[in-house]
């Protein structure tokens, strides 16, 4: 049977594809599993092909469902126990999965395919393990049921559940359009594949009466497909009786477990009856009209009456639609046929009082505490799928009322009225829980990304022969959907490459005392409003020397620079443009493109990468994202009277120059400006001049406003008017005009309602050709801007000693901040000690060894800053610890002292920065040098 | 066919302009507006339409006339189009009319500039000519 209803067909295939999608997983669960497979597990992967291949052969795919006839085949002897979960049995399976979807994709053309190759490798498993394992008896029918009824996963039934509640439904509302208009094939097919797809399900589960209603109505919807008698009142009486008694039996599942005993084999010997009378009585009248087959269908005695007797068809159809609760329409199922019509008729204009009249034939074991009607919350009403568009459009109204809200807020504070007040208050309160909950329906769990990786790693582990067990954690970790988009091919760039370079063959883990197989760890978790995801393995970590070396070979940097980075900054070296350590290039990775592919796009979402490795324990690289795309930060500054937004990821600093300042600091090249921003030549780029906007000559420009912008890892200082403020804006894409201007990357409404430009910053620094320089010019200006950042913006830990003395470390070096009791100060080796956490913590006065007059301490406890390093540690009596502070290093001094490296201003204190590892080597000149041996 | 059809119409420099009253979302007044330097010259800027940004379009600059004397307020004209809402800016509002099929004529080929694709034809009034619009064409704008 050929058909060409698309729609049906789209359904189809969106139905396949997320059938198939879980497949995969479940596969390689099982080949994990071995011998001690999971039946539950086995059974819904053949649940998936069969409902495939019904559909498939429904639809007149062959290709399709012959390949998952095939498939199902294999899937059936895994479930009998005459298979076992091998790996080739698992990569047959696989590879037909992988088949299967192709054939999806390409649903028009899919017959034309050849699959011959997975047809003859399926088979060849069949016949290659069906020989030795031949002598197993099929099992009887019953004891098969029992036996699956135990193996079902709660998780496989509540699928069956949703996946029959909706079938039933669709087959009610086609049931509906059919009785208005008979001879719509497709509505028939639809409602014919319904009942298949239940059939289906319900006789793989074991559930035989469900299977055998199903049975009886498809058979009579089969002939009335082939023609033999045509659909008319009388059939769509039974079949929706039918639905009724499939209803209330799944109903019974869902609560008792079992299928009830209220509903009997009798409806389906009924209905079997049924098509006997149809069968018997049309082929020699063949009538065109329902109205004529209905009349000598009446004239038939017994069950048939019941149905047929209904003289108002339409009223019934009517009562049908005002109240589709399946508890109330009941009656059908009675053996008394005569009451059929009135009941129901009565039932619709009160269904408040149907459940409270305890029918005999009522099954629904819904106890008598849930109110009316509330039965039917089933597990099927908890989810819906929406369009992503009108969620989208929603987020947008959502986005105006809050708008609207601000512009409010800014009325109610300048009245004085207590009533509006409160009022206001509930606007603000109900808007923002609008707002929050409108952002979660665009939410999806992170999972729905890593769910594919198990079968990724898995294959490249095989290829690079390798034993690699991936673990996630986190799966729920909810991001918006845009995000999960584009976090995808980062992730699975960077699973590829800690799979392929991250960890190292079976016998080089095992001659370094580690389990042969590697580990792959993927987490997620939220934290201060970003998601953080983290890549860990347990392989070799990255061999810092040998990054160091490739960097110098490939001029990416000098081995002077080389040599200052610290370990961490090393290994992010590997995210520069064209840097590869591979030895040898695969095909898995290691081309010397991708690492930095994977930070742009990163950053492009306004995320960071970094990553952390230790020599022979393995790499941890984190990535850190915002959790939605829609609403990002930025400064919003004023160029001629206009606002613009400048993404928040592309800022690094603000400079503002004043007064004589600004008239001398700015100095030109041949006619390009340039600023010294801590030494370094800073090209300046004019707003104005960009936008084509005339020069303000006004009075104003005795203050410069330069915003330091990063594009493509180029920094450039844009001079702007004005920088007012840092905001969480909205993005609103450009429309088709202006997708064009390059300096533009989308618009956004401010909180006055008038719309405002955001600056890209990309295009802006193309326009004004500051990234048209070569690739190298580009690395050496990325290296100065890593090693300047090391300067740069700081976490510090600020230390008081003495009356007036600051100083101050990277809150980096700190391990911990401790209070411990001075009287529990002991000596050691010429040495004060105390005991902390079971060890013997060194201390060092860092009055006395930087020569500082210490403060006048109180008796009691001391401040102790404890830096620990390759698992020894060494504790730091200070005086005060005054702050954290993250700041920019200004103004600096070099230090002339040892144990100094320079003196800056931090919070309008002069303060000297310590070199601690100097510091620890005055007093402990040995604590170093175990780690200088690694 | 259909032998009638209406048309919101608009003065532009003197002349009756119409588009399809299909076509048209709404009409409104002056509306604040956000510039949009480098962008094509017939872009005036960017409305917030109840929370959807909309690129507003001066049909004078569009058809190449000369601009509107200063102090005068276009109105916006806010047309449906392939990429969302677009606004057209125009002189003055009038009146929805609905003409006949049997009154339009192609333009002449004396009619030159950037005129001669965006009007589509004239329908002959009384005492006037009414011209249509190709308003998918006049939202569509080369960017230099």
Not at chain 1, 67 to 88: D, G, I, M
Not at chain 2, 21 to 36: D, G, K, N
Not at chain 2, 72 to 80: G, H, I, L, Q, T
Request: one cysteine or more; a negative charge; aromatic letters at 4%.
């Amino acid at each position: 049977m050929s058909f060409d209803d698309a729609e049906l067909m789209k359904e189809f295939v969106v139905e396949s594809q997320e059938h198939l999608a879980d497949v995969e997983n479940q596969l390689l669960t099982l080949e994990s599993q071995g011998d001690s497979m999971d039946v539950g597990l086995v059974n819904k992967v053949f649940r998936a092909v069969h409902s495939i291949k019904g559909a498939a052969g429904f639809m007149g795919l062959e290709t399709l469902g012959g390949l998952a006839h095939r498939a199902e085949e294999v899937l059936n002897k895994l479930r009998t126990n005459e298979l076992r979960p091998t790996s080739l049995v698992i990569n047959t399976l696989l590879r037909a999965a992988d088949q299967l979807k192709a054939l999806l994709d390409q649903i028009e053309t899919s017959n034309q395919m050849d699959v011959t190759p997975h047809l003859v490798a399926l088979q060849s498993i069949m016949a290659g393990e069906e020989a030795a394992t031949t002598t197993a008896v099929a099992i009887e029918p019953t004891s098969e049921n029992t036996k699956f009824e135990i193996g079902i996963s709660s998780e496989a039934l509540r699928e069956f559940l949703i996946e029959s509640f909706d079938n039933l439904e669709q087959a009610e509302r086609d049931l509906l359009a059919l009785e208005r208009q008979p001879g719509a094939d497709d509505l028939l097919n639809s409602v014919f594949r319904s009942i298949h797809t239940i059939k289906g399900s319900a006789g793989f589960l074991g559930y035989l009466k469900a299977e055998k209603l199903t049975h009886a109505a498809e058979s009579v919807l089969g002939s009335i497909r082939s023609g033999n008698f045509p659909f008319d009142e009388s059939v769509s009486e039974r079949m929706f009786t039918t639905i009724d008694a499939v209803r209330r039996i799944l109903h019974s599942i869902e609560s008792e477990g079992h299928e009830g005993a209220d509903v009997t084999g009798e409806l389906a010997t009924q209905m079997e009856e049924f098509l006997q009378e149809k069968l018997s009585e049309t082929p020699t009248k063949v009538p065109k009209r329902g109205r004529s087959t209905r009349k000598s269908a009446s004239s038939k005695k017994a069950p048939v009456a019941a149905v047929t007797s209904s003289k108002e068809p339409t009223e019934s159809v009517e009562a049908r639609r005002a109240q589709p609760d399946p508890e109330v329409i009941v009656t059908p199922v009675k053996p008394t046929p005569v009451q059929a019509n009135s009941p129901k008729i009565e039932t619709a204009q009160a269904p408040e009082a149907a459940p409270k009249a305890p029918t005999p034939t009522r099954i629904s074991p819904a106890p008598a505490g849930s109110a009316s009607g509330s039965t039917e919350s089933s597990a099927s009403d908890s989810t819906i799928r929406v369009d992503v568009a009108l969620l989208d459009k929603l987020m947008t109204r959502v986005g105006e009322l809050v708008l609207a809200r601000n512009q409010i807020l800014q009325f109610n504070s300048t009245i004085d009225d207590s009533a509006l007040h409160s009022a206001m208050q509930r606007l603000n309160l109900i808007t923002t829980e609008l707002q929050e909950g409108v952002m979660k329906t665009r939410m999806q769990p992170i999972g729905s990304v890593w769910s594919k990786f198990p079968r990724l790693v898995r294959d490249l582990a095989t290829m690079c022969e390798k034993d690699v067990r991936i673990e996630m954690e986190g799966k729920e970790t909810e991001l918006d959907k845009t995000i999960i988009e584009a976090i995808k091919d980062p992730l699975t760039h960077l699973v590829r490459n800690t799979v392929d370079h991250g960890i190292e063959r079976p016998e080089v883990r095992a001659q370094n005392g580690k389990p042969t197989e590697g580990c792959l760890i993927l987490r997620a978790y939220h934290e201060g409003g970003q998601v953080n995801i983290e890549i860990c393995d347990d392989g070799a970590g990255l061999n810092l020397g040998r990054i160091k070396a490739k960097a110098v070979e490939k001029g990416l940097m000098t081995l002077e620079q080389v040599a200052r980075l610290a370990d961490r900054d090393v290994g992010n070296l590997i995210f520069l443009p064209g840097f590869s350590t591979a030895e040898k290039v695969s095909n898995v990775s290691g081309r010397g493109v991708g690492m930095d592919v994977v930070k742009t796009n990163i950053e492009k979402i306004g995320g960071t990468v970094d990553l952390q490795s230790k020599p022979g324990l393995g790499t941890t690289i984190k990535i850190k994202i915002p959790l939605t795309l829609a609403i990002i930060p930025a400064l919003i500054i004023t160029s001629d009277s206009d606002r613009y937004a400048i993404p928040q990821v592309n800022l690094m600093e603000l400079v503002r120059l004043e007064g004589e300042e600004s008239r001398t600091s700015i100095e030109w090249i041949q006619g390009a400006p340039v600023y010294r921003l801590r030494g370094r030549l800073l090209p300046l780029v004019y707003l104005r001049n960009e936008l084509g906007i005339p020069r303000d000559n006004s009075a104003k420009s005795e203050i410069v406003n330069i915003v330091v912008l990063r594009a493509d890892d180029r920094q450039f200082g844009l001079v702007v008017d004005n920088i007012n403020d840092s905001e969480e804006i909205v993005v609103k894409p450009l429309s088709k005009q202006l997708k064009n201007v390059s300096v533009y990357s989308g618009t956004t409404i401010m909180g006055d309602g008038r719309v405002a430009l955001i600056l890209d910053v990309m295009g802006l620094a193309q326009s004004a050709h500051v990234v048209t320089g070569t690739k190298e010019r580009a690395v050496s200006d990325s290296n100065d801007r890593a090693t300047t950042n090391n300067s740069n913006m700081q976490t510090l830990l600020v230390l008081g000693v003495g009356p007036s003395r600051r100083f101050a470390l990277p809150i980096a070096q700190v391990t911990r901040l401790e209070k411990l009791a001075i009287n529990k100060v002991e000596r050691a080796d010429h040495q004060e000690v105390v005991q902390y956490r079971g060890e013997i913590l060194p201390l060092i006065r860092l009055s006395d060894t930087l020569g500082v007059e210490p403060a006048n301490h109180p008796e009691g406890l001391m401040d102790v800053v404890v830096y620990s390093e390759d698992g020894r540690s060494v504790g730091l009596v200070v005086d005060q610890i005054v702050d954290i502070v993250e700041t920019e290093l200004i103004n600096t001094r070099p230090a002339q002292r040892a144990g100094l490296t320079q003196s800056a201003v931090i919070n309008g204190h002069v303060t000297d920065l310590l070199d601690l590892p100097a510091v620890i080597r005055m007093v402990d000149p040995s604590f170093f040098q175990s780690t200088l041996n690694v | 066919m259909i032998a009638s059809r209406q048309l919101c119409t608009f003065l532009l420099d003197g002349h009756l302009f119409g588009v399809d009253a299909q076509t048209v979302q709404e009409v409104i007044r002056y509306q604040e507006m956000t510039r949009v330097p480098k962008a094509p010259a017939a872009v005036s800027g960017l409305i917030n339409l109840r929370g959807q940004i909309v690129t507003a379009i001066d049909l004078r600059t569009r058809l190449g006339m000369k601009p509107r004397e200063n102090g005068k307020r276009p109105m916006n004209v806010v047309v449906r189009s392939d990429d969302g809402a677009v606004s057209l800016l125009v002189d003055q509002i009038g009146d929805v009319i609905a003409v006949d099929v049997e009154n339009f004529e192609a333009p002449p080929d004396t009619l030159q500039g950037p005129s001669r694709e965006l009007v589509q034809g004239a329908y002959k009034l009384n005492g006037r000519l009414l011209l249509l619009l190709n308003c998918a064409e006049a939202v569509q704008l080369v960017t230099e």
